[in-house]
C-alpha cells in the first residue's frame, strides 16, 4: 500500500479511484505491460498527486529500459519524508550506474557486408549487435555500389535497441554506339562481362541505357574483318555514359584532280615543245644549202638538237601519262597502275614523228 491506513469516511473519491488505478499499474508492471501501467499511473497522479505514484512510474520506465526519463520523474519528487527521499536518492544512484553501462543493440541491414562507424571511431560490418552506451550515437554506414547513410539515434529503452537501415543501390547507366549502319556481328566485352548489344527501335546501332556500377569501366568491341577498338570511361552515380564503338574503317581521301589537270597539261606542252624542236631539226637541216652561188661548200655544224627535242617528247608523255594516277579512283575495288613500254620517233623528211605504247 502507498497510501496511509486511514478511516474509510475520511478518503475522498479521487483518493479512493487513484488507489483502484495504482493498483491496477501493480498488476499491469506484474505482467510486463509497462506503457499501459504508466498510462494508469498518470491517470492516478491526476486524481490524487502523490509522491509514491511518482516513484512507481519511474520504476515502471526503469523496467521500459527508459532510463532518461525514469530519471526526470524521479527528480519531480518533492518531499519532507526522509525515507522516501532516500529511496529516490538510491533509485537515482541505481539508475545513473545503469545508464553507464553499454547495451546490446542490434543494426539491421538490408545487405550483407556494410561496413557501420559508430561515432567516427568504432567500425564493425553489418548487420550485427554492438554494445554501445545509452544516449545519443552517430552512426555511419556504407557499401560500394549503394548510397551511404549518416544519422544519430538516441539509444535508451528496448524499443530504440534495434536499428533497421535499408541502403539504397546506386547505378550508373551506359548507352553504347557504334558507327556502322548496326550491331550485326558485333560483340562487346565491358569489363569482364561479354554481350552481343542490340540496337533498339529507333536507331539499330545505339542500345538502350543499361546499368553499370558507378566508377571506371574498360571495354572491348570486336568484329570480324576489322580492327577491334578498347576503351575506357568513367561513369558516375546516377549519369548515363555513352560509349562508342569505332568500327568503321576511314575512307582515303579522293586524290585531287586538278594536280592530273596540270601534269596532263604541262607533259603535252613539253611534248609539243619536244616535237617542235626536233621538227624544227630537220627541216632546218634539210633545207640548208650545201653550196652556195659562186660554188663555196658550207659546213654544217651539226649539234644534235634532235636528241633533246626526242628526250623533251619522253618527258612529256612521261608526264602526261602519270596524270592518269589523278583520274582514277583508288577507293574502289578495282586497281589502276600505267607503265610505259616503249617510246619511239621517227624521223621523215621535213620532220619528225613520235610514238609511245603504255601497258595498263
Not at 40 to 49: H, I, M, Y
Request: hydrophobic share 40%; net charge neutral.
Amino acid at each position: 500500500m502507498i497510501f496511509l491506513a486511514v478511516p474509510a469516511v475520511a478518503q475522498t473519491k479521487a483518493e479512493i479511484e487513484a488507489h483502484r488505478l495504482y493498483k491496477e499499474a501493480q498488476k499491469a508492471m506484474e505482467e510486463k505491460r509497462f506503457d499501459d501501467a504508466i498510462k494508469l499511473l498518470d491517470e492516478a497522479f491526476e486524481k490524487f498527486p502523490k509522491e509514491q505514484i511518482l516513484i512507481k512510474k519511474a520504476e515502471a520506465l526503469r523496467a521500459k529500459g527508459e532510463l532518461l526519463m525514469a530519471l526526470e520523474v524521479l527528480r519531480k519528487v518533492k518531499t519532507e519524508d526522509r525515507k522516501i527521499q532516500e529511496k529516490v536518492s538510491a533509485l537515482i544512484s541505481e539508475i545513473a550506474k545503469e545508464l553507464n553501462e553499454p547495451v546490446d543493440v542490434e543494426v539491421r541491414t538490408n545487405v550483407d557486408g556494410a561496413e557501420l562507424i559508430v561515432d567516427q571511431i568504432e567500425r564493425y560490418v553489418a548487420p550485427c549487435v554492438i554494445k554501445i552506451t545509452r544516449g545519443v550515437h552517430h552512426f555511419e554506414i556504407r557499401k560500394q555500389g549503394y548510397a551511404p547513410m549518416v544519422f544519430e539515434k538516441n539509444i535508451g529503452g528496448p524499443e530504440t535497441r534495434i536499428i533497421e537501415v535499408e541502403l539504397q543501390k546506386v547505378t550508373a547507366k551506359v548507352v553504347v554506339v557504334t558507327d556502322l549502319d548496326s550491331f550485326d556481328g558485333v560483340i562487346v566485352r565491358l569489363d569482364s562481362q561479354e554481350f552481343v548489344p542490340k540496337g533498339t527501335t529507333m536507331a539499330s546501332n545505339r542500345t538502350e541505357p543499361m546499368d553499370i556500377e558507378p566508377g571506371t569501366h574498360k571495354f572491348l568491341c570486336v568484329k570480324q574483318g576489322v580492327p577491334s577498338f578498347m576503351g575506357e570511361f568513367r561513369a558516375l552515380e546516377n549519369s548515363t555514359v555513352e560509349v562508342m564503338c569505332r568500327l568503321r574503317q576511314p575512307e582515303k581521301k579522293k586524290k585531287p584532280k586538278v594536280w592530273g589537270i596540270v601534269l596532263a597539261s604541262t607533259g603535252g606542252a613539253v611534248a609539243v615543245g619536244g616535237a617542235a624542236l626536233v621538227g624544227w631539226y630537220y627541216y632546218y637541216k634539210g633545207s640548208r644549202k650545201t653550196v652556195d652561188e659562186a660554188g663555196n661548200r658550207y659546213h654544217f655544224v651539226d649539234k644534235h638538237e634532235n636528241y633533246v627535242g626526242f628526250a623533251l617528247i619522253g618527258a612529256g608523255v612521261a608526264i602526261g601519262a602519270s596524270s592518269l594516277f589523278f583520274f582514277i579512283d583508288s577507293g574502289g575495288q578495282r586497281s589502276f597502275s600505267s607503265k610505259l613500254k616503249c617510246l619511239a620517233v621517227t624521223p621523215f623528211k621535213g620532220g619528225a614523228g613520235t610514238s609511245a605504247l603504255f601497258e595498263f
